[in-house]
């Protein structure tokens, strides 16, 4: 079944104008123009496929993931290229593998379902072999030699990029003089160490928290640390927070900060049992039979059970737990 609701042209258009803000300031025009335009193509055809392809069943988010998965790597690597020295006149068919790659190896992976982090090891396993005997093939028909082929190999922009963002040099006044910073306690430059930080994924909670109705970010906030909630704020106000934090970094961190979280209790038999004996102790019989007269006999068992202290057990947890809010909400 084809995806739905992924409006992957505008997508990839999004992502193209990113792009445009991060390739390195040494490139001259037709190299800008060929990152931003290789990442552009790679998006859209790859968003089109997991849109229309009926073969495929991925959804929204799946998609989504999918194509600015492709697109970052799509960046990386063809700064690598450019980089590289290698003769333009190869740099479309190293990349054309290298974005199949990582369609096929995407494809596979979350049809399995496999956790996130696994999944990104994976593509960045693979992409980095396809770049490597894409390499390879060349020297071996004569098109770069060994020392070349070598050099390539060794470019990484994503390394690159992760060690800018730990060690961030400072802007530089008019006659090129480095303008001193302040740290964050004072309000000044904010340093994203490595990938594995506590800043980072403080980084990442603030990109969800941009999405958010502004009250509820509030609320939570008021159960940060100080500390962590400001600089929590600090990356809400940065306009290009997602893309210095990266795709694959963020899928990282809320891989982990899933695993982190505290189990939800009130899922347990024992947790609905006590929340229902506390609501139905504030009415009579009298009363709970007039609110529940319209409920269906499995609610009222639920409820009946709970007066006694006993769990009615042909009602999973999760749905009780749920009935057990609707009723505390009803009244």
């Known amino acids: 079944m084809a995806t739905q609701n992924f409006d992957y042209e505008t997508f990839a258009q999004n992502l193209a104008a990113q792009a445009q803000e991060l390739v390195p300031p040494d490139f001259n025009d037709v190299q800008k123009q ?21 073969n495929l069943n991925f959804n929204e988010d799946q998609a989504i993931t999918i194509t600015q998965i492709i697109a970052e790597w799509s960046f990386h690597k063809s700064v690598d290229l450019i980089r590289s020295g290698i003769p333009q006149q190869y740099w479309d068919t190293i990349m054309q593998k290298i974005a199949y790659t990582i369609f096929e ?92 930080s506590k800043v980072l994924k403080l980084a990442t909670v603030a990109m969800l928290f941009k ?38 970094n963020a899928l990282r961190c809320l891989q982990e900060i899933k695993t982190t979280l505290p189990k939800n209790t009130d899922l347990t038999p024992s947790r609905v049992v006590l929340r229902l004996k506390k609501f139905t102790s504030k009415y009579s019989s009298k009363d709970l039979d007039t609110m529940l007269i319209r409920e269906r006999m499995g609610v009222k068992r639920l409820v009946f059970n709970a007066m006694e202290g006993k769990y009615y057990d042909k009602m999973p947890p999760k749905v009780a737990s749920i009935v057990a809010t609707h009723l505390a909400d009803s009244v």
């Open 211 to 248: 999405k958010m109705n502004q009250d509820k970010v509030q609320t939570i906030l008021d159960k940060f640390g100080s500390e962590d909630a400001q600089m929590v704020v600090k990356f809400m106000r940065m306009p290009d927070l997602a893309q210095r934090v990266g795709a694959q």
């Open 105 to 196: 190896i995407a494809k596979q992976t979350f049809s399995q379902g496999l956790p996130n982090d696994k999944i990104l090891e994976l593509i960045e396993h693979h992409v980095k072999k396809a770049y490597i005997e894409a390499l390879g093939e060349l020297k071996n028909k004569g098109a770069i030699d060994e020392g070349l082929m070598e050099f390539a190999a060794s470019q990484s922009n994503m390394d690159r990029m992760a060690q800018e963002m730990q060690n961030p040099q400072p802007p530089a006044a008019t006659d090129g003089t480095p303008i001193p910073q302040q740290n964050n306690a004072a309000g000044g430059a904010i340093e994203f160490p490595k990938v594995d």
């Open 34 to 54: 060929y990152v931003v335009n290789t990442l552009g193509n790679f998006a859209l055809l790859s968003g089109k496929a997991l849109a229309e392809d009926p």
